[in-house]
């Protein structure tokens, strides 16, 4: 079936009402709205067909459609205009990125804010890792029957000792192993390209101890290394979601606010996205907490070198023209303040 001219001009007519009105859009509602110069029975027709490519979703209690995530894929990609972002909103990025220019984290933490604050929805801000730096091995040594240290140690000389405490009986040939394999895995490898990996999936094995003393150390080898890079993750707006219809349902409530409990998960996700703007919508983010939401993302400059994330996660009904504009605008102001040496300014382009 082909996607003609009219189905495009109805779908893009119902993810634009759909976008402002949480509620499900029927044939009357776009007669009535906009100019189709068709008939009702014609729009139902078109829809329907619309729902059969997958573009639109039909809910059991409306007679109404939504789009599904391959509509709004499409969006993005084909129908999307770019949005001029509001004066307001330009002068408040620029106030507040330079009056903090020569405080790294706090000009991060504070971009994460206001980025909540002009989208309303919730942010997030992480900082560049400081170094590429290599994993030279790891030793796992027992303290008592509940605790062990983990020893990570790096080819710069960087040493982390970090106490676990284990849920999980262990022996010391079982540490030892576990420390070697890890070892032998990821020797040599960036501490980057490590964190990133299905580390604990590498090591589940056959033998139920050693799967389960796996599933105890794992999470915070990964955790170990975050801090060793230097990674800071700033995230706020997290109350915004209270305000959009989408969770009023408990359950979705519930699952989204988990996403900024698993903040090394979500780290993790970050560092895993590609460079530039980046948007994944509902089943595309790899996470199934995610499939209800869509991820936004870009990256900021320090020094032309450093690669930071910045974006904002919400519900896949979201105003992405808008969004993504507003966050390419933060980005390129970041880029700017981070390019400045001594706290002088620049002039505005």
Do not use: W
């Not at 729902?51 to 599904?68: F, N």
């Not at 706090?106 to 309303?120: D, F, G, P, R």
């Not at 992480?126 to 730096?133: A, G, I, L, R, Y």
């Not at 979705?252 to 996205?273: C, E, G, I, Y």
């Amino acid at each position: 079936m082909e996607l003609t001219e009219r189905k495009l001009r109805i779908l893009q007519a119902i993810i634009g009402d759909y976008v402002k009105s949480a509620e499900p859009v029927g044939s009357r509602t776009l007669a009535k709205k906009f100019d189709m110069a068709i008939s009702p029975a014609t729009i139902r027709n078109e829809m329907s067909d619309l729902e059969d490519m997958g573009y639109l979703t039909h809910p059991h209690t409306s007679a109404g459609r939504v789009p599904s995530d391959k509509a709004y894929r499409l969006y993005v990609n084909d129908m999307m205009g770019k949005v001029e972002v509001s004066p307001e909103a330009k002068e408040a990025i620029k106030n507040t990125l330079r009056s903090d220019m020569e405080e790294f984290d706090k000009t991060i933490k504070h971009a994460a804010e206001l980025l909540s604050e002009i989208t309303n929805l919730a942010s997030f801000a992480m900082t560049p890792t400081k170094e590429e730096d290599t994993l030279r091995f790891v030793n796992l040594l027992p303290v008592d029957e509940h605790t062990v240290v983990l020893m990570i140690v790096a080819e710069s000389g960087k040493i982390s000792n970090t106490a676990l405490k284990l849920k999980v009986p262990y022996t010391k040939e079982a540490l030892q192993i576990l420390a070697k394999n890890i070892t032998y895995n990821y020797q040599g490898r960036r501490l980057t390209e490590v964190l990133t990996g299905q580390i604990v999936e590498d090591f589940n094995t056959d033998i139920t101890a050693m799967s389960s003393l796996a599933e105890n150390i794992m999470p915070n080898f990964m955790r170990t290394l975050a801090d060793m890079l230097d990674v800071h993750l700033y995230m706020d707006g997290l109350s915004h979601i209270f305000d959009i219809p989408e969770y009023n349902n408990l359950t979705r409530a519930k699952n989204f606010v988990s996403l900024f409990d698993k903040r090394d998960d979500f780290v993790k996700t970050l560092m895993s996205r590609d460079d530039g703007m980046i948007v994944t919508i509902g089943g595309e983010n790899a996470d199934d907490a995610m499939n209800d939401c869509s991820l936004i993302t870009a990256t900021y400059h320090v020094d032309g070198q450093l690669v930071g994330k910045i974006g904002v996660i919400g519900p896949t009904r979201m105003q992405y023209g808008e969004i993504t504009s507003i966050v390419e605008y933060l980005t390129e102001n970041l880029n700017k303040t981070f390019r400045l040496e001594g706290g002088e300014d620049e002039e505005d382009e």
